[in-house]
């Protein structure tokens, strides 16, 4: 099975950097990924590592150590609606699926 | 490109009374997720279709839940007879086989009272 471990909340101040940690320890390791979720939406796919470095997607960036199983998402020049809960998930080849294990989310909250 | 479409939105019944969720996928689609979030927590897999086929519901209670895909398009998911912690947003998504992404519905936010 997996394990994921991400902090529960994170506070940053608008136009900063922050980084949200993410563990995780499985067997087949097949890909990580980070969804957004703002509060009462739908998550919405950010981004996806399923080799090590670092993979930039304008604002935001992931990192991924496979051997470390460890991955971070930098979010750059920090927006209030970056505002939202941000969940690490991981996919498993192991049983065949495709479905994600996610963690619990870190709420981020933006201040002025 | 239309979304993944749930309904209804919301829904509050009473324990052990029965309630069902729809879900049309995005077009072309032909794998099918049906995740269930408890406030606070992160998506739990329930049951994952490839086209009209399962994949996984290992982490379906299959006493309560059921779940089907006529046709490999449409999902309804079902749950008789609802316990209170049963009280969750149940989240359909679909991907593209062999896709990465996946795109979440809106959801149904479901309590039991």
């Known amino acids: ?112 | 490109e239309a979304g993944v479409a749930q309904s209804p939105r919301y829904k509050i019944i009473e324990k052990r009374q029965s309630v069902a969720f729809w879900c049309n996928p995005i077009s072309g689609h032909a794998t099918l997720y049906w995740y269930q979030q408890i406030l606070g927590q992160g998506p739990k897999l329930l049951i994952q279709f490839q086209n009209n086929g399962v994949v996984d519901d290992s982490q379906l209670p299959k006493d309560r839940f059921s779940a089907e895909r006529l046709k490999g398009v449409d999902s309804t998911l079902k749950i008789q007879p609802a316990k209170l912690e049963d009280s969750a947003v149940y989240l359909c998504a679909s991907s593209l086989d062999g896709g990465n992404e996946q795109y979440f519905g809106p959801g149904t936010r479901l309590t039991v009272t």
């Open chain 1, 1 to 112: 099975g997996q394990n994921i471990d991400q902090p529960t909340e994170m506070t940053a101040t608008e136009g900063a950097i922050v980084q949200i940690n993410c563990t995780y320890q499985t067997s087949g390791f097949n890909g990580l990924f980070w969804y957004q979720q703002h509060a009462g939406e739908a998550p919405t796919f950010l981004s996806y590592n399923v080799l090590d470095g670092l993979e930039e997607k304008g604002r935001f960036s992931s990192f991924l150590s496979r051997s470390k199983g460890y991955s971070y998402l930098l979010l750059k020049e920090l927006q209030m609606k970056d505002s939202a809960s941000y969940l690490c998930a991981v996919r498993d080849w192991d049983t065949g699926r495709r479905a994600l294990t996610f963690g619990s989310g870190t709420r981020l909250q933006v201040q002025p």
